[in-house]
């Protein structure tokens, strides 16, 4: 089939190489020239394992191009998918403008019947607002007559495991009011899951555009959850890795999404649950788990500052290694990531931070600026600090080399954000240990 990908970011990239692996024809626009003219270059301007090598193959073997001009991606091909952000507007509810802007750009320049696909995460009734945004822009070119029809289709790839759940999806999910484009996006994503078997939902669009946030909702809720009671096992003396064990070995519960850490973070559940909460007190339904769980990531963040700032007598003394600055590990994205919620309380309170991150240095540096020092090595940032703290739990640091983080180190004390470690083993070696909910 003949695709477009207006947005070619985390989630565009991914969908747009993934599609041209099983032989679509496919056009990547984006309306950053610097990303366009990387990607150009044979360079990625994202990290995400495997994409590279996925884009480079798709693009040898020309299924696969870039493009800042929208309206070339539109005029050849039948299947124009929106993946542009969606991100958090002051109110809290999803900003919808960047999605509404590229329905007008498609309105603008199509001629000819097109299936305009909503991959962006968007709150129920944004179809019908994309509908009208190319109407408009259709009526006003005399071009009323001009059928297309507009699906959602929410994508629920990881950062980090994003082109192994694009290739083998649990499910997909097509919302449509209309026969003929179900049948055309089941024939896009059937050699996704003839395999596993897995399932193409066809629903109606405002189903399929809120099943997004019910999933994400769900999961941060579950996250804070097992957050809130790691405090309790703080102070109740518990440790919260049994706890979650003898929970989560409940197959009706499960032990995914049940670690205790500094909070959730990333480029989707903190905007996402956001934007439920705002949806649902428009329709002046409150949703108070989700209320809920958002208040408790708040607060989960600040706790797992206050332990490493508590705990020393004059914390603009200290300075503090931090491993980790990516929301989770194998990505390059700070978007919300605890870490600079972590860093900033740290700051606030004097202290100097000497950060190391496999993969995020540099987009937290957009952020952070030169607050804060950092290094090359996970090594550099511990030598002369008064105490480590783990954030992202990269696989790198799950098992370092303890004595040469004591001898680097000038205060012997690590705070495991993660729970990466054994407390016993740790406190073996002469440190002195914090993690999450380890009583
Ligand atoms: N990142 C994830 O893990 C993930 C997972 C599932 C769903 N989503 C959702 O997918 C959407 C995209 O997320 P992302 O992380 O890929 O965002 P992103 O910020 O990485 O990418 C968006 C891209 O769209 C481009 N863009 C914006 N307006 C444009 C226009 N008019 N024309 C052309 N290009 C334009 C931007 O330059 C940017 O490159 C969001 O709604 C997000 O919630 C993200």
């Known amino acids: 089939m003949k695709i477009c990908m207006i947005g070619s970011g985390y989630v565009g990239l991914v969908t747009g190489a993934c599609l041209a692996e099983m032989g679509n024809d496919v056009i990547c626009v984006d309306e950053d020239a610097a990303k366009i003219a990387l990607l150009e270059q044979g360079e990625v301007p994202i990290y995400e394992p495997g994409l590279r090598e ?43 403008s960047y999605v509404l802007r ?49 699906v959602s289709n929410p994508e629920f790839l990881k950062e980090g495991n994003a082109i192994q759940d694009f290739m083998r999806p649990e499910r997909v999910i097509v919302g449509t009011d209309n026969v003929r484009t179900a049948t055309i996006l089941k024939e896009l994503y059937n050699p996704f899951v003839r395999t596993s078997n897995n399932p193409i939902l066809v629903m109606d669009i405002r189903s399929a555009e809120l099943s997004k946030y019910a999933s994400n909702a769900f999961l941060a809720t579950k996250v804070s959850f097992i957050n809130e009671l790691a405090i309790l096992c703080d102070k109740l003396g518990a440790d919260i890795s049994h706890v979650r064990e003898g929970m989560g070995t409940d197959e009706r519960i499960g032990p995914r999404f049940l670690l205790a850490g500094p909070g959730f973070g990333g480029s989707c559940f903190p905007k996402d649950v956001q934007a439920l909460i705002a949806t649902s007190r428009a329709c002046d339904h409150t949703l108070e788990i989700c209320e809920a769980a958002w208040k408790a990531n708040q607060r989960q963040m600040r706790y797992f500052a206050q332990k490493i700032i508590g705990f020393y007598e004059d914390p603009r003394k200290a300075t503090i290694a931090v491993w980790g600055l990516t929301f989770k590990p194998k990505t390059d994205d700070v978007r919300e990531s605890p870490a600079l919620y972590v860093i900033e309380d740290l700051l606030s309170h004097g202290m100097q931070v000497r950060a190391f991150d496999p993969k995020g240095i540099e987009n937290a540096r957009k952020v952070l600026g030169d607050r804060i020092t950092y290094t090359q090595d996970a090594y550099d940032a511990v030598a002369g600090a008064d105490g480590l703290a783990i954030i992202t739990e990269w696989n790198m640091f799950k098992s370092p080399d303890m004595d040469r983080i004591k001898a680097l180190l000038k205060t012997p004390v690590i705070f495991d954000g993660r729970n990466l470690f054994n407390p016993e083993e740790v406190r073996d070696h002469g440190f002195t240990y914090f993690g999450i909910g380890r009583g």
């Open 54 to 96: 996925l884009i480079a193959r798709n693009r040898d073997e020309k299924r696969l191009r870039f493009t800042l001009d929208l309206a070339d991606g539109v005029k050849n091909s039948l299947l124009c998918f929106i993946c542009v952000g969606t991100p958090q507007d002051k109110d809290g509810s999803a900003d919808l």
């Open 102 to 150: 590229v329905a007008g750009q498609i309105g603008e320049c199509m001629d000819d019947y097109k299936i305009i696909v909503d991959k962006s995460t968007v709150p129920v009734g944004t179809a019908e607002k994309v509908r009208d945004a190319i109407r408009g822009r259709l009526d006003a070119r005399g071009l009323s007559g001009l059928e297309f029809d507009v």
